[in-house]
């Protein structure tokens, strides 16, 4: 018994509800959601056309508030975004800060349903930090993503 004490690991998993983002130019609490996925494309230019693909998306959805000026430019522009994820008193435990390019931006207004007003944006990813992450793993990671950059025009 005594052997069972000494191994165990205490841990706290996180919660899909504790996180921020930070984006230069829209305010952390009018972020409502994110995903993070991977995404096949096929390159449209160069030697390589045509070739079949995976990179990193970043879906982001965030609400507008009277108030809350968001300027388009902010989204347009936006080079860097940062995720932190928080334990239950708040303190940042990990993060990915990713370097971003912009792939599509909607906006829609709908007078049938009485909702927030949401706009949705998804980024392509083309870097990836994390607090947690291991040497190798890190290196893994670049080597990746670099092997599988899409081409921006």
């Known amino acids: 018994m005594a052997k069972l ?11 899909t509800n504790r996180w921020l983002i930070k984006m ?9 959601g ?3 996925r991977n995404q096949e494309f096929i390159i449209e230019k160069g030697s390589k056309k045509g070739t079949k693909k995976m990179g990193l998306k970043l879906d982001l959805s965030f609400m ?3 108030g809350e000026r968001l300027e388009l430019t902010d989204i347009f522009d ?6 932190s994820f928080l334990d239950p008193i708040g303190e940042e435990v990990d ?14 207004g709908n007078y049938s349903v009485d909702d927030i007003l949401t706009s949705e944006c998804s980024f392509w990813v ?7 992450s291991r040497s190798k793993d890190r290196e893994t990671l670049k080597n990746y993503l670099e092997k599988n950059k899409k081409e921006v025009v």
């Open 34 to 36: 994110f995903k993070l």
């Open 126 to 132: 083309s870097n990836i930090e994390t607090i947690t």
């Open 95 to 108: 993060f990915y800060d990713m370097d971003v390019s912009l792939d599509t931006y909607n906006l829609e």
């Open 64 to 66: 507008y508030a009277i």
């Open 78 to 83: 936006c080079k860097n975004i940062k995720i």
């Open 5 to 15: 004490i000494k191994e165990f690991k205490s841990f706290e998993p996180l919660k």
């Open 24 to 32: 230069n130019g829209v305010s952390d609490y009018l972020f409502k």
